[in-house]
């Protein structure tokens, strides 16, 4: 494994850290300190995550063009860094969606340079593995973070914005790490990459990579933002100041799934994790629909992390595998971008489901979405086993 895989790891890790920090505490900032309401506030993270998606499309083709992954990346972690202190100033909706917003312009920046990089100095032999680690090591920062929420907080006699001050410390060190930890790689095809990318040459990504892009959408349709799963353990009697264990349950297991489900992919087709990954969504919706308690409710949020191991990691050498090299950051921009819009049309729905019917109906709806993503799934797993068996 390259040293600059796990220092990418490492770098995802603090800056996650810092981000679920935040993250654990939003739900109820927003909706107890700020008067936010349900609907707001999965128009806020719909919108975040959609910005984020779609400004990877641009810095995906600009990491083509000059062949400098790592510049790029600084820049998207640094952006990350500064919008920091704003969370804990807020005193209306409007400056979080507004910190929201240049933050995650920041991921978008950074996010599909970093995956490109990621394929640049990895050999194709155990790209999944590679692609499993640093989502594993990001994900340690994603539960590490909400742990350090809640000490904070029980520490700080339930004071959420001297807590949210706090999550400036790990961005400040992932900036420096990445500034002075990794080394820039260009792609192999430089003068390729450098050349201006046409509408017209997307056409040689190819229906396999496009495939991809569609499962990620229906898969982005039943995953809306993890706030809710916060608010759901609210709902059912957990403290506010312990509701941070949501994501500190959701994603240990995501962590310890993610390398091993990449490395399974690299010997299986890739598709059979993910077809896994869709069940446990379906029954993590399915169980958060009806828990009448905190009890069911981390269960089903353990099946969400074990749907998340199981998924993302893979889906991102999936995009790897389809792409063309010299396209391959573009590529990862279309991937979230389509993905992103989805997710944006999810949190909106999931808000608006909420506000008007109730959890309930909200997490239906994201469960038929993934028995959705899981049939088409299915087809296409079938299709290519057919069209490898004919003549």
Do not use: C
């Not at 990418?8 to 850290?17: A, C, K, P, W």
């Not at 990001?138 to 909400?146: E, H």
């Amino acid at each position: 494994m390259p040293r600059g895989v796990w220092a990418l790891g490492f770098v995802s890790m603090f800056m996650d850290l810092s981000s679920e920090m935040v993250h654990a505490l939003l739900p109820a900032f927003l909706v107890g300190t700020l008067g936010a309401s349900v609907a707001v506030l999965g128009l806020i993270e719909g919108v975040a995550e959609a910005t984020a998606s779609i400004t990877k499309v641009f810095s995906g083709w600009i990491s083509d063009r000059l062949g400098r992954r790592k510049l790029l990346a600084v820049i998207g972690y640094g952006l990350a860094a500064a919008t920091k202190p704003v969370f804990p100033l807020a005193v209306t909706p409007l400056e979080v969606l507004g910190a929201r917003f240049l933050d995650r312009i920041g991921k978008g920046v950074r996010g599909a340079p970093r995956d490109a990089l990621v394929a640049d100095i990895t050999p194709a032999s155990v790209r999944g593995l590679a692609y499993g680690v640093r989502q594993g090591l990001d994900t340690v920062g994603a539960f590490l973070g909400p742990l350090a929420a809640i000490l904070l907080m029980l520490a700080l006699s339930d004071n959420i914005r001297h807590v949210l001050a706090w999550a400036v410390i790990p961005a400040l060190a992932a900036v420096a790490l990445l500034a002075f930890g990794v080394d820039d790689v260009r792609p192999r095809a430089s003068g390729a990459a450098r050349a201006p990318i046409r509408w017209s040459e997307l056409g040689g990504l190819g229906p396999a990579f496009w495939a991809v892009v569609l499962v990620g959408a229906v898969f982005s349709l039943a995953r809306f933002s993890e706030a809710f799963l916060i608010l759901r353990a609210q709902d059912v009697g957990l403290p506010v100041a312990f509701a941070p264990l949501v994501l500190v349950v959701m994603n240990v297991v995501y962590s310890v799934v993610a390398a091993p489900a990449g490395s399974l992919s690299d010997r299986v087709d890739r598709r059979v994790p993910l077809l896994a990954g869709l069940v446990a969504l379906v029954a993590a919706d399915t169980v958060l629909a009806f828990a009448s308690g905190v009890g069911g409710v981390f269960a089903a949020v353990a099946l969400w992390g074990l749907h998340m191991g199981l998924s993302q990691g893979v889906l991102s050498a999936l995009v790897a595998d389809a792409a063309p090299e010299r396209l391959r950051g573009t590529a990862f921009g279309l991937f979230n971008l389509a993905s992103g819009v989805a997710l944006l049309a999810a949190s909106t729905v999931a808000g608006a489901l909420w506000s008007l019917y109730g959890a309930r109906a909200t997490f239906l709806a994201g469960g038929g979405f993934a028995l959705l993503a899981a049939l088409l799934l299915s087809a296409m797993v079938r299709r290519s086993q057919s069209s490898r068996g004919s003549p």
